[in-house]
C-alpha cells in the first residue's frame, strides 16, 4: 500500500500549493507518487458536495446537520475511492498526498455542534470513515494553521485573481472564526501535525512550511 499523508486547513491557509510543492519535490527526488484533493470536483461522486456547497440546501452552512453533511463528503471519498484512486492507494512504495480528507469534516462539521458534543462526533466520524466505509487511514496529517482573519485576506485575493465563486462555508465569517477553533481542538485530540502558515501578521514563505513537512517524513 502507499503511505498516505493527509495536508488540511482553512481555506486560504496555502495547502493546495504545499500539497503540489511536496509532489514536485518527491517527483525530483525520483520516489513515485500522486495527488488527490477533496472534493473531487471533476467527478460525478461530488455531486451531492457541489448542491450544499452551492447552497442549494441552504444558504447557512448550519443548514444541513453534521451528521448529514458529513455523509456527503464521505460518500464522494468512498465513491472516488472504489472508481479511482484505490488503484493510486495500492500501489506499492508510493506515497499518496491528499489535499483534504476526513480531517476537513471534523474541521467544519465540528462548528455546528455545542461543544460536548464534540468528541462523541469525532469518534462516530472516524470510525464510520475508516471502519464502516472502509477508507484509508492516514498515515500522517499535517495541518496547515492560519487565524481567520488572514485566511479571509488569502480568499478574497485568490477570488479576485481567478474569478472563483466563493463557496458557503468561504462566505460566512462566523463559520471560519468557529473552524479555526475546532481544527485546533481536533488536532490535539487526534495528533495532527500543525505547522503554521503564517508569521505575525504576514503569510509565511511556502518554502519555509515545506522544508518544516519534511523534517517531519522518513522518506
Known amino acids: 500500500m502507499s503511505k498516505l499523508l493527509v495536508i488540511d486547513g482553512l481555506d486560504g491557509s496555502g495547502k493546495g500549493s504545499i500539497t503540489r510543492m511536496l509532489r514536485d519535490y518527491l517527483t525530483e527526488k525520483g520516489v ?3 495527488l488527490i484533493s477533496f ?43 472504489r472508481t479511482h484512486w484505490h488503484t493510486l492507494y495500492e500501489k506499492e512504495g508510493s506515497v499518496l498526498i491528499a489535499d483534504r480528507y476526513t480531517t476537513a469534516n471534523a474541521v467544519h462539521q465540528l462548528t455546528k455542534l455545542p461543544e460536548e458534543q464534540w468528541d462523541d462526533f469525532l469518534d462516530w466520524l472516524f470510525d464510520f470513515e475508516y471502519g464502516k466505509l472502509g477508507l484509508p487511514t492516514p498515515d500522517h496529517v499535517f495541518y496547515l494553521e492560519m487565524p481567520p482573519h488572514l485566511c479571509r485576506k488569502m480568499i478574497a485575493k485568490r477570488a479576485g485573481e481567478t474569478g472563483r465563486t466563493v463557496d458557503i462555508h468561504e462566505k460566512d465569517s462566523d463559520h471560519l472564526d468557529k473552524a479555526y477553533k475546532a481544527a485546533l481542538y481536533a488536532g490535539e485530540k487526534l495528533g495532527w501535525t500543525r505547522l503554521k502558515s503564517f508569521e505575525g501578521e504576514d503569510v509565511r514563505p511556502l518554502e519555509d512550511i515545506l522544508k518544516e513537512l519534511l523534517d517531519y517524513l522518513d522518506l
Open 39 to 81: 472534493p473531487m470536483y471533476d467527478l460525478e461522486s461530488s455531486s451531492l458536495v457541489k448542491l450544499y456547497l452551492s447552497g442549494a440546501l441552504g444558504s447557512d452552512p448550519a443548514d444541513t446537520g453534521s451528521y448529514a453533511a458529513s455523509t456527503l463528503f464521505a460518500a464522494d471519498r468512498y465513491v472516488s475511492y
Open 32 to 34: 513515485d507518487n500522486d
